[in-house]
């Protein structure tokens, strides 16, 4: 039933995709059909007092129990301040978590596309902070072959890195 101004969309799908897609395209796409049941509440938005839909996702989700958490804030890689900038900080997280897994012999682009496409979890975890807002990212351990937790020894290189994955380069 199409009811005019709704506002219903329904995206792709993806078998599995970080939080905040961050690779911008970087899922794993996957074919599939959407069984999808709506309740229209009348006036709802006025109601409830919101602006944007809200939605219960579906009890089918993967089960992750530990995670590696890696924060962000809102500080560039140049070391300016980014008044409670939750994207920069998302970013930092982002990145601190691609450098913990080089250390792993993982190259930046291994790390990047792993965070694309792993069921990572993305926090706004503190804006309080002022002049920092502060991100984290949950990286589920359970995803890698081999111990990713740090240790007062070090970190083991498992990997070569020398199987890439090609990046753009950035244009300015």
């Known amino acids: 039933m199409f009811v005019d101004g709704a506002g219903l969309s329904v995206g792709d799908l993806h078998f599995s995709q970080g939080d905040g897609e ?30 944007n839909p809200i939605f219960k996702p579906s009890p089918i989700t993967p089960k992750y129990d530990d995670y590696l958490i890696f924060e962000g804030i809102s500080v560039d890689e140049d070391g300016k301040q980014h008044y409670l900038d939750v994207h920069i900080a998302y970013r930092q997280a982002c990145l601190n978590a691609i450098e913990y897994l080089k250390k792993f012999g993982y190259s930046g682009a291994q790390a990047y596309a792993i965070l694309g496409t792993a069921p990572v979890q993305g926090h706004i975890s503190g804006v309080v902070d002022i002049p920092n807002a502060c991100a984290t990212l949950w990286l589920p351990t359970d995803i890698f072959e081999f111990d990713v937790q740090p240790n007062g020894d070090g970190l083991t290189k498992y990997l070569s890195g020398d199987v890439d994955v090609p990046l753009s380069p950035d244009k300015a």
């Open 22 to 51: 961050i690779t911008f395209c970087g899922a794993i796409e996957m074919a599939g059909w959407i069984h999808m049941r709506v309740n229209l509440i009348k006036g709802g938005m006025d109601k409830y007092g919101i602006k």
